[in-house]
């Protein structure tokens, strides 16, 4: 005879399941209070100064750059925390994870990592809309910037759209250093525009020359060879290589920090030599965020590609947009 509703539920309510869940109640909130437990102190390592011992933002006013940093770390080493937790809560590392819950379904992959990270400045969106546009975090710093001071932009992969260059120099005395192996000058808005430097070259982890005869250098070379220490701000836009090519800026850095103040770049799934929509693609790509986020990166915004979903439907949402702020350093977005 089936047991009856009632006899389960007396079942369940006898000492050792009682004791069992209690146990396991405290055992899971132990695991995530300690996972969550050491935020607080990489904040006070990376800004050498107090913070609450409660791990709760600072109250009132933020008056100043340093304050709404400390915040904002604080919101971004939480959030890192708690990514780490649901990971694990979703089978993550077990054949039981499926970064793809249902066909294509790529929003879950890009749900993983979102800006955790607030601009301490204006945040306004430079260039075209659609596709080419980039959300620039510290605009009017730039706008505002003394012409006696140095702004210097890298720009990797510009085809046919330079809109964001065209306003970036028309709004700013800033100069644009742009690198493109796969065409031969600039086109579109920016073209013709003295402020544009531009050099038939690629951008990658090592300096060579490969089989089809295209030059491909160093961030840390290309720097040298145009008299530059730091760059206000690095955009890379080149169709899945910006893997290889930012792992090798961070090979070159290991122990230091990266030299520009901001990074607006797009991420590709299923595209270059990196990057499968599948488990062990999500692993190497969730590696490589993390690594970048270990290096100071931190990202305050982003903005999936509807252009390239209604190009390719089928494959969901393969591209997205993201804008990070460099915290370490001293330039001029963390002191402005």
Not at 143 to 164: A, T
Not at 188 to 201: I, L, R, T
Not at 308 to 332: D, K, M, Q, V, W
Request: proline content about 5%; charged content about 25%; aromatic content about 12%.
């Amino acid at each position: 005879m089936a047991a009856s509703y009632a006899d389960i539920v007396r079942g369940l309510l006898r000492p050792r399941f009682i004791i069992l869940a209690v146990l396991t109640i405290f055992t899971f909130t132990t695991y995530t209070r300690m996972k969550e437990s050491n935020y607080r102190a990489r904040v006070k390592a990376v800004y050498q100064c107090p913070i609450p011992d409660n791990g709760r933002s600072p109250a009132g006013s933020l008056v100043t750059i340093k304050d709404r940093l400390i915040r904002s770390e604080l919101q971004h080493q939480r959030h890192v925390a708690q990514r780490g937790i649901f990971l694990e809560q979703s089978g993550f590392g077990s054949w039981g994870f499926n970064v793809w819950p249902t066909d294509k379904d790529s929003l879950n992959w890009w749900g993983y990592f979102p800006p955790s990270f607030n601009c301490p400045h204006d945040l306004q969106r430079v260039g075209r809309y659609n596709d080419g546009g980039k959300w620039m975090c510290g605009m009017s710093v730039l706008e505002n910037l003394d012409p006696s001071k140095k702004c210097v932009i890298y720009s990797m992969g510009v085809y046919d759209d330079s809109s964001w260059e065209a306003e970036m120099m028309d709004r700013t005395h800033c100069e644009v250093w742009a690198f493109d192996g796969s065409v031969e000058d600039v086109a579109g808005d920016a073209k013709g525009n003295p402020k544009m430097h531009f050099s038939k070259v690629f951008i990658g982890n090592e300096d060579r020359v490969d089989a089809e005869g295209s030059v491909w250098k160093t961030l840390p070379t290309i720097m040298k060879e145009n008299g530059h220490e730091w760059i206000d701000v690095l955009k890379a836009d080149i169709e899945g290589y910006e893997y290889q090519t930012l792992d090798g800026l961070m090979d070159a850095y290991q122990g230091s920090h990266l030299p520009f103040s901001q990074l607006q770049v797009e991420l590709h799934l299923a595209s270059g030599p990196n990057m499968t929509p599948d488990v062990k693609g999500f692993t190497k790509f969730k590696r490589w965020f993390e690594r970048l986020e270990k290096m100071h990166m931190r990202p305050f915004m982003s903005e999936l590609s509807l252009v390239a979903h209604l190009l390719t439907p089928s494959e969901g949402f393969i591209c997205s947009e993201y804008s990070f702020i460099n915290i370490a350093g001293n330039h001029r977005l963390l002191h402005a």
